[in-house]
């Protein structure tokens, strides 16, 4: 099990003074900050069906028993300096172990209840014969601020714009790549996920590039991470976890805003006699309502039976944030929840997906990386709105025993 070989390195790692400190930390429950030295790219791991996420969300969009979070909008996130308990530890447990959908937690922990967390979670996942790299849930761990991170299943909004964003990035940059140094192409992999392990520190980005090259360790070069803008400080705690701790280059957020926020219909929504038709009746008029509401240039919502089932998109933004710059560049596609004039790129280098080493010696012109065909990420939030819809009106049903 994971949490057996970081024991295990942690028992023999060349680092022992300071693995005695964070050991010790855990045991009293105290902040240790990593030093510099450890601020490194270590490994990482490409899993085609894995994946990490920044979103959260009501426990009533899911089901999700209500003794475990607070009342408000969103599942309680705790300071950094509250020590965790019992019902934080059970709140992480249920996610993982029942995978209730769009949900996010952050739970301050010492890092020796992360492993225990971690390997119930495994040992639940072997004796019900889950794949442990099976996308969702998501478990990781963040050592610069002691939290450890749970996300459930995300919506087709989410994924699928990030999935577009990354093909038009990957179309631009091979392109340039195929006129001044073929050669390189094959060295930059994208990934559907990444999962990047540091001392204490585990992550998966929502889409990535690795550099690749021949004698050298694959290196993290960019990531995105794509969330609710109302997310936001959590966006950008990951992002630094990203950049400081796991050696990224260059982190990409996407920030979407739904207004309103979906919930799930209250106890009192009206009985639905026949699940399976309804589903198809509903399936249908999503797709009516999201022709009207294209015609007036804007992005949803669609509402059926009386109940929202997918907000307008009122925002989507992209930031490029590089390690040795204090602020990102931003480009604004939706905003007051109509479409901004595309720009022509949202601020990456063709460099960006190289080490300085290798850029220094291919010895090609630096280029910001084109955004054409950022049409086609329009494109994508049509469908993947419609399919957000129907899919959250499938798992109401699913969560009160109907289909």
């Known amino acids: ?117 971690e390997e119930r979670w495994s040992k639940f996942n072997a004796e019900n014969n889950i794949p442990e790299e099976k996308r969702y849930p998501s478990l990781s761990y963040n050592a610069l601020v002691q939290i450890a991170t749970v996300v459930t299943t995300q919506s087709a909004l989410h994924d699928r714009t990030a999935a577009a964003l990354r093909e038009i990035i990957k179309t631009n940059l091979f392109e340039y790549l195929s006129v001044h140094k073929p050669s390189e192409r094959r060295r930059i992999k994208d990934n559907a996920s990444t999962t990047m392990r540091e001392l204490r520190t585990s992550k998966d980005a929502d889409q990535s590039w690795i550099y690749d090259g021949p004698d050298r360790e694959p290196r993290l070069q960019v990531a995105i991470e794509c969330g609710y803008s109302e997310n936001y400080k959590d966006l950008c705690r990951d ?71 997918v907000g307008k998109l009122d925002e989507l933004f992209v930031e490029v944030w590089r390690a040795d710059e204090e602020q ?26 190289f080490p300085e080493d290798v850029w220094s010696a291919i010895k090609i012109p630096d280029s910001s990386v084109p955004f054409r065909g950022g049409g086609d990420l329009l494109d994508s939030l049509r469908g993947s709105m419609h399919s957000t819809a129907s899919n959250r009106f499938v798992d109401f049903l699913d969560s009160l025993d109907m289909r």
Not at 5 to 31: Q, T
Not at 330 to 351: A, C, E, H, Q, Y
Request: hydrophobic share 40%.
């Open 1 to 117: 099990m994971l949490a057996l070989r970081f024991r295990h390195f942690l028992k023999y790692g060349s680092n022992n003074l300071w693995n005695a400190s964070v050991l010790l930390a855990d045991l009293w429950r105290l902040p240790v900050q990593p030093s510099q030295a450890v601020l490194k790219p270590m490994t990482w791991t490409s899993q085609t069906s894995r994946k990490r996420l920044k979103l959260s969300n009501s426990s009533e969009f899911t089901g999700v028993p209500s003794e475990l979070f607070s009342t408000g909008g969103m599942p309680a996130i705790m300071p950094t300096d509250t020590p965790s308990n019992d019902k934080d530890y059970d709140k992480a447990l249920y996610l993982l172990t029942q995978n209730p959908p769009e949900q996010r937690l952050d739970i301050p922990m010492p890092y020796s209840q992360y492993l225990q967390l």
């Open 328 to 353: 990102p560049v931003r480009k604004w596609l939706i905003r007051d929840g109509l479409v901004n004039r595309l720009p022509k790129t949202i601020g990456l280098k063709i460099s960006d997906f």
């Open 239 to 309: 992002k630094n976890s990203w950049i400081r701790h796991l050696g990224a280059k260059v982190v990409i957020l996407i920030c979407l805003k739904e207004a309103p926020r979906f919930k799930n219909p209250g106890p009192g929504y009206e009985n639905i006699s026949d699940p399976v038709a309804e589903v198809k009746k509903m399936r249908q008029h999503a797709v009516v309502a999201m022709k009207h509401n294209l015609e007036q240039g804007i992005f949803g919502p669609i509402e059926y039976r009386s109940h929202m089932w």
